[in-house]
Nanobody, 118 residues
């Protein structure tokens, strides 16, 4: 079992910055991938950024503006967001993919609202 708790959302003007953090607890040793997804009203949840122990992956819409980082010692994953746009407005969810060699399991945080005003 893994528990994820996000923090850092809020309201910001276009062009501003926010930093999201996600703290993982429980069986964190077997977390292979951590990432951030977002869901805007009326839209499907989409991948924003993900990080494994050796690589990162970003949605095209956030490349060059968002940076994902992971602190394995603290079991946290952060998302630094700069040059925010109104279209970045969404609920952001932390995600962890867990496997100890068998089936993979996905865990989700409760979500944190990011609102970018124009």
């Amino acid at each position: 079992q893994v528990q994820l708790v996000e923090s850092g959302g809020g309201l910001v003007q276009a062009g501003g910055s926010l930093r999201l953090s996600c703290a993982a607890s429980g069986s964190t040793f077997s977390i292979n991938v951590m990432g951030w997804y977002r869901q805007a009203p009326g839209k499907q949840r989409e991948l924003v950024a993900a990080i494994t122990r050796g690589s990162t992956n970003y949605a095209d819409s956030v490349k060059g503006r968002f940076t994902i980082s992971r602190d394995n010692a603290k079991n946290t994953v952060n998302l630094q967001m700069v040059s925010l746009k109104p279209e970045d407005t969404a609920v952001y969810y932390c995600n962890a993919v867990w496997s100890n060699g068998g089936p993979q399991y996905q865990y989700w945080g409760q979500g944190t609202q990011v609102t970018v005003s124009s």
